[in-house]
T-cell receptor, first 111, second 113 residues
Framework: DVKVTQSSRYLVKRTGEKVFLECVQDMDHENMFWYRQDPGLGLRLIYFSYDVKMKEKGDIPEGYSVSREKKERFSLILESASTNQTSMYLC??????????FGEGSRLTVL | GQSLEQPSEVTAVEGAIVQINCTYQTSGFYGLSWYQQHDGGAPTFLSYNALDGLEETGRFSSFLSRSDSYGYLLLQELQMKDSASYFCAVRDPGSGNTGKLIFGQGTTLQVKP
């Protein structure tokens, strides 16, 4: 079975802190994605990566950056967390064709 | 741009049939996907329609009409465990092979006894 693992299920951070969300997949998928999920807004794409060291902005990249140094790992970085970044963050991976496989999510609260 | 519309909530009783509609507007089209997400869980893939017609997988079926830019997910013999959010999604036509998906806002299905 494909497994997408997110490092933390729940995080509480303070405004201005730097936040790292880690995601690892074990199926050698080329494509990896970071979405945020908010009530009434569905899933919105922050960034995605189609290869090591390659990244593309999604629909809402402002305030975020990403890193993909290894094929299996895709990190989301909040350089200076703000309260409006309180959300559920979902990582997903996908081979060249086929469906998305999601992690369990990381619920971030910024105080 | 791309957009998808689906109802925000649907309620049905156990054993019934429910249909969740999705209309989309895209500059190109590469198929309609459906995902299920239980409260607190990860979204999981349910179905994919690239061509017009009905695709059946057990109690769940998905339909697509490309001429109407419309699809639906049909759930039969509803069970309590079907209470979840259901998202339709289309592939961003400009995303090449990455398979970047654009999601609807999700429909929360509540199944009552």
């Amino acid at each position: 079975d494909v497994k997408v693992t997110q490092s933390s299920r729940y995080l509480v951070k303070r405004t201005g802190e730097k936040v790292f969300l880690e995601c690892v997949q074990d199926m050698d998928h080329e494509n990896m994605f970071w979405y945020r999920q908010d009530p009434g807004l569905g899933l919105r794409l922050i960034y995605f990566s189609y290869d090591v060291k390659m990244k593309e902005k999604g629909d809402i990249p402002e305030g975020y950056s990403v890193s993909r140094e290894k094929k299996e790992r895709f990190s989301l970085i909040l350089e200076s967390a703000s309260t409006n970044q309180t959300s559920m963050y979902l990582c997903a991976s996908r081979p060249q064709s086929g469906e998305l496989f999601f992690g369990e999510g990381s619920r971030l609260t910024v105080l | 741009g791309q957009s998808l519309e689906q109802p925000s909530e649907v309620t049905a009783v156990e054993g019934a049939i429910v249909q969740i509609n999705c209309t989309y507007q895209t500059s190109g089209f590469y198929g309609l996907s459906w995902y299920q997400q239980h409260d607190g869980g990860a979204p999981t893939f349910l179905s994919y329609n690239a061509l017009d017609g009905l695709e059946e997988t057990g109690r769940f079926s998905s339909f697509l009409s490309r001429s109407d830019s419309y699809g639906y997910l049909l759930l039969q013999e509803l069970q309590m465990k079907d209470s979840a959010s259901y998202f339709c999604a289309v592939r961003d036509p400009g995303s090449g092979n990455t398979g970047k998906l654009i999601f609807g806002q999700g429909t929360t299905l509540q199944v009552k006894p």
